[in-house]
């Protein structure tokens, strides 16, 4: 049973800081079920390879210990030593735990740094299920490649084996990767090695925080996980359903209303201002770029799209959103159930995160993503960029986001603070076109980028526009 992580690019050696394992020292470790050992088969400064192998005895396994059936020629002769299971992820906790949890007292800027990562597990199986590793592992934003072999070569009738190796490709945080294997790899085997309480919805919901519950695949993945134990999958996709995240969610909840109440009128006032001068910007980009079909991503309450519904130039208009209860919200703003019939047929809603490959975002000229990406963790932010640009490729895509110079503008807010509760981060001006720049670079686009709302000469502008255009 072997799993290896390779990290490819400058300092690479880092990976051992973040697994907390020595790359000039082998290292074992003693498992109730057999030994795991860590090594490294590759070191140097522009690739490291690091490798987790078990060793399982089918005999202790068949003699009382944790994995034993009752009796028969399958205790002793079985594929238990040798797959990619929930004794994998067992001891994924156990030799990797602290790099799990995200801590690295040596280095810990490189904790939520997505770097280039590469993870092969080995014998996976996935008898009837060719399909699922893309499923499950494509949405986080991995390039997912499998190799099947053949049962024998001087057989090939026999066909190809119940097993995979399955390769990822992503650039995410090591943390990230290993808990997305805990999570996902039990789901392919569906044989726990350990009696399975409900301490175990716990584990799940602690190894799935911030990606689970927006998962595509979510209620398979858990079902799976769980297999023979559906009333602890009930209770974990419930669990799930109600911490309903809010990265690409809009304004508009309890909270938010009462923070607005303590904004004083007259920034109010100029702030409604602005947000009309926003979408106006907006929807005449989208208009300009010659678009007849394009998707409102995070659209929360929807007042883009109602005023893009109007346009007779536009023909089908996408919204979309993470928040079941803001898309409800949206509906009344569109008065949804009185909507006009040839309005009503221009209109697709849908439910879903802009950080997970979504096939219902392609196939739009435009796409429009309105004070949305500083809702995300700066973690995610590489995942967006994947889906929007990569995998939607619109033509044009009309981005705003707030200008963090001009925060010094608002009195009611303290130093070094940010424009609103939700906000991760609020770019510069400089850094919003360096991050322009590098999506232009990595997806063949071209950025203008424009300022909304009144200039001033020190600070900018409140809002920054950037409208991407695909190279032909």
């Not at 990619?84 to 995200?102: E, K, Q, Y």
């Not at 400089?430 to 991050?435: G, L, S, T």
Request: with cysteine; proline share 5%; glycine share 6%.
């Amino acid at each position: 049973m072997l799993l290896t992580i390779t990290y490819t690019g400058k300092n690479t050696q880092d990976l051992g800081y973040l697994l907390h394992k020595n790359p000039y020292r082998a290292q074992s470790f003693d498992l109730s079920f057999g030994n795991a050992y860590v090594f490294y088969p590759k070191v140097s400064n522009e690739e490291t390879t690091a490798a987790l192998l078990l060793d399982l005895n089918p005999i202790d396994l068949a003699r009382g210990k944790l994995g034993s059936t009752e009796g028969g020629l399958f205790d002793y002769v079985n594929d238990r030593p040798y797959v990619a299971s929930s004794f994998l992820s067992t001891a994924l906790v156990r030799v990797f735990g602290t790099a799990m949890n995200g801590k690295c007292d040596k280095k810990p800027e490189l904790v939520d740094q997505p770097l280039d990562l590469t993870a092969c597990v080995h014998m996976l199986p996935c008898r009837g299920n060719e399909e699922m590793p893309k499923e499950v592992f494509e949405p986080l934003g991995y390039t997912v490649e499998t190799r099947q072999t053949e049962l024998d070569e001087v057989f090939p009738e026999w066909g190809g084996s119940a097993y995979i190796d399955l390769t990822l490709h992503g650039n995410v945080t090591v943390a990230a990767l290993l808990n997305h294997l805990y999570v996902l790899i039990p789901v392919f085997d569906r044989q726990k090695h350990y009696f399975v309480s409900e301490e175990e919805i716990e584990k799940l919901l602690k190894h799935g925080e911030g990606w689970l519950n927006a998962h595509p695949a979510r209620n398979k993945i858990v079902s799976r996980y769980f297999h023979m134990k559906r009333s602890y999958a009930h209770k974990a996709i419930d669990r799930l359903i109600e911490s309903e995240p809010v990265d690409d969610a809009d304004v508009g909840d309890e909270e938010t209303e009462k923070a607005e109440a303590q904004v004083p009128d007259e920034v109010r006032e100029k702030r409604i201002s602005l947000n009309t001068r926003r979408l106006d910007a907006v929807k005449n980009a989208v208009l300009e770029s010659g678009a007849s079909s394009v998707i409102d991503l995070g659209c929360g309450e929807c007042k883009l799209t109602a005023m893009l519904l109007e346009e007779n130039q536009i023909k089908r208009v996408g919204a979309a959103d993470v928040a079941v209860h803001v898309l409800e919200k949206a509906k009344q703003t569109l008065r949804y159930d009185r909507m006009p019939p040839y309005k009503k047929n221009k209109l697709t809603l849908m439910q879903a995160s802009l950080t997970y490959k979504d096939p219902r975002f392609s196939g739009y000229d435009a796409a429009c993503v309105v004070e949305v990406v500083e809702h995300l963790d700066p973690q995610r932010i590489p995942a967006f960029e994947r889906v929007l640009f990569e995998f939607a490729t619109p033509n044009t895509v009309v981005l705003t986001t707030p200008n963090k110079e001009y925060n010094a503008h608002y009195e009611w807010l303290a130093e070094d603070t940010l424009r609103h509760h939700d906000h991760r981060f609020e770019w510069t001006r400089e850094e919003f076109k360096a991050w322009a720049a590098q999506i232009c670079e990595r997806f063949g686009y071209i950025v203008e980028i424009s300022e909304i709302g009144d200039v001033d000469e020190a600070c900018g502008a409140p809002t920054q526009m950037g409208v991407f255009r695909k190279c032909v």
